[in-house]
């Protein structure tokens, strides 16, 4: 039996205080806080083989690159990769979504090619394409979403067009927990044949993923949402994509030989990795793919469902509460509003009760748009919440009406 | 411990509820918009000025508790001021709210005193004043509190 009071004791960060209550952290779509795994393991590199990777004959810098390119193994297998090589390492789901747009996207787009995202994306998978759509003519199209937060598929099928290119589609809405049908998505853009990128930020800490099953050409996601470090993330692209694509960056590490007339590219995944990168990030990320793995991303999920479905009923019987984004089979996100009450209130009241939330767009405006709110208020779950702060969640809404309804 | 009472002052409630000077200003010769991305509250000021006295000033838009109260409470301090004293108001209003010392006759507008213990919503406090000041400039871009 899953009991997240035992995992809970791997969170130094959750015994902490906030206004002199016990903290209850419901922010974990924004960034999950860290396991003493993920915590020891940057510490252990720092403090026994920190040295640069793939340079040194020493034998830290030897230590140091076996780590690394162990932690990209771990992702590997994680992802269900077919080749390590295909593992790239990037500052996160932002900076791998950038680096496709502007490798791939700028050498195989031109104008009236298309590229097709849904109504319920990340800014992170819209602005990308909307400056290369910028760069090359090409033009952006939404596949549109109902009143629940579930994408128009009908729609979608009518907007795949031999025109498109490439379709970006979140795998879980960050602003209102849908879990998008990629696998049925991908399967029509290879039919009419486009490329797709599955944005797995807001999905990897709650549904597991095999990207060779899947079948997607490229995947992404950011290690801080998944118990790991900030400042480290991935992108996943099949093989003979990444071997075709020109390189992101210049500089040390991405070149095989360097001379002022000619650059020689380095391999897969070098090529992409120009610089000192973020080692110890990698390693951390390793870390939590491994502390992951022995929770079980089963048990974490069936706990979320669990947390989710009471905190559902709860806020069912909160008079004046609107869930935003009531999608059947929804992961581990409760984004509401209450009638009278502006979202960044409830946030300030929530903190005072030592209740960490979210309020604001989420970074999906074009979410808000939909459904004419300026903001919502977000509770997002993670495998160390209880049932007990659910209830504490509930208190402190209940706490925000009296004071500003009374 | 920061007390919300603080905060959320009974004035406050009542102007976030009521707020004075809701609404379009037939007439008006300095308009300006402000955009709080943070929370994405959206305010649209509009004064009415003549011989470089603020003679009216009326607001529109969504925001939270803090920032509709203060942009209602701004609305009527404002009313019969010289253009020339503004800068000075919102000196001594900015300062107040981040918990500084200042020296300017503050009026009803010190109840928003409180939101210098809350740092996270100083920003709230202080979009209508940013959205002020475009407005005497003339600003034409839409103003933001980042
Ligand atoms: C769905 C989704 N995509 C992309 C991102 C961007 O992630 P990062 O800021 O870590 O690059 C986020 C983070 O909020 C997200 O939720």
Redesign the pocket.
């Known amino acids: 039996m899953f009991d997240p009071h035992l995992w809970r004791r791997q969170f130094p960060i959750l015994e902490r205080k906030v206004h002199g209550k016990p903290l209850v952290y419901l922010d974990n779509?924004?960034?999950t806080q860290k396991p003493l795994a993920v915590l020891d393991a940057e510490r252990y590199y720092f403090e026994h083989f920190n040295a640069n990777i793939h340079r040194g004959v020493h034998a830290l810098s030897q230590e140091a690159s076996e780590a690394f390119e162990g932690a990209r193994e771990k992702i590997r297998a994680f992802l269900g990769a077919a080749h390590v090589e295909e593992i790239i390492f990037t500052?996160?789901?932002?900076?791998?979504?950038n680096l496709v747009a502007q490798t791939w996207g700028r050498t195989h787009l031109e104008a009236g090619d298309e590229i097709l995202i849904s109504a319920m994306?990340?800014h992170?998978?819209i602005v990308p394409w909307q400056m290369l759509c910028e760069a090359t003519g090409a033009r952006l199209k939404v596949i549109p979403m109902d009143e629940r937060g579930v994408l128009l598929m009908d729609q979608a099928d009518h907007l795949l067009t031999e025109r498109t290119r490439l379709v970006g589609i979140?795998l879980?809405?960050?602003a209102l927990g849908t879990v998008n049908p990629v696998a049925e998505i991908i399967r029509k853009a290879h039919a009419v044949g486009a490329r797709v990128l599955v944005?797995g930020?807001?999905?990897v800490a709650h549904v597991a993923v095999n990207v060779a099953a899947l079948g997607c050409d490229f995947f992404?996601f950011?290690g801080?949402?998944l118990y790991g470090p900030?400042g480290i993330?991935v992108l996943y692209g099949k093989k003979d994509l990444l071997t075709a694509m020109p390189p992101y960056q210049g500089g040390g590490d991405m070149i095989l030989q360097v001379t002022f007339e000619k650059t020689t590219y380095n391999q897969i995944p070098y090529k992409f990795e120009a610089g000192t990168p973020h080692i110890s990030g990698a390693i951390g990320l390793g870390a939590a793919i491994d502390f992951v793995r022995s929770v079980g991303l089963e048990n974490i999920a069936a706990h979320e469902d669990r947390l989710l479905q009471e905190a559902t009923e709860r806020a069912q019987r909160v008079k004046g509460l609107r869930i935003i984004g009531t999608a059947p089979g929804k992961a581990s996100i409760l984004s509401f509003v209450l009638e009278g009450i502006h979202p960044h209130d409830i946030g300030t009241i929530l903190d005072n009760e030592g209740v960490a939330i979210r309020s604001g767009h989420?970074?999906a405006m074009p979410v808000m748009d939909f459904f004419s709110l300026p903001a919502t208020a977000r509770a997002s779950f993670a495998l160390y919440n209880t049932l007990e702060e659910v209830e504490r969640l509930f208190q402190a809404i209940e706490r925000v009406q009296k004071l500003f309804l009374s | 411990m920061s007390d919300l009472r603080d905060l959320y002052q009974e004035v406050i409630f009542d102007h976030n509820r009521h707020p004075r000077n809701f609404g379009p200003l037939p007439g008006a010769n300095r308009h300006a918009d402000g955009f709080n991305a943070l929370c994405g509250d959206k305010l649209s000021l509009n004064l009415k000025v003549e011989d470089g006295i603020i003679r009216e000033a009326r607001f529109e838009g969504s925001g939270c508790a803090i920032s509709t109260a203060s942009a209602s409470l701004m609305t009527e301090a404002l009313k019969g001021r010289r253009e020339a004293e503004v800068a000075e108001l919102f000196e001594g209003f900015h300062r107040m709210v981040k918990g500084e010392p200042y020296t300017v006759e503050m009026g009803k507008l010190a109840v928003l005193a409180g939101v210098s213990e809350f740092p996270a919503r100083v920003k709230c406090a202080t979009l209508a004043w940013h959205t002020l000041n475009a407005a005497l400039h003339q600003a034409d871009q839409p103003v933001s509190t980042e």
Do not use: L
């Open positions: 779509a924004a960034t500052r996160g789901a932002t900076e791998a979504i994306e990340h992170a998978n979140t879980v809405s960050n944005d930020a807001q999905a992404v950011s801080h949402k900030t993330g989420h970074c």
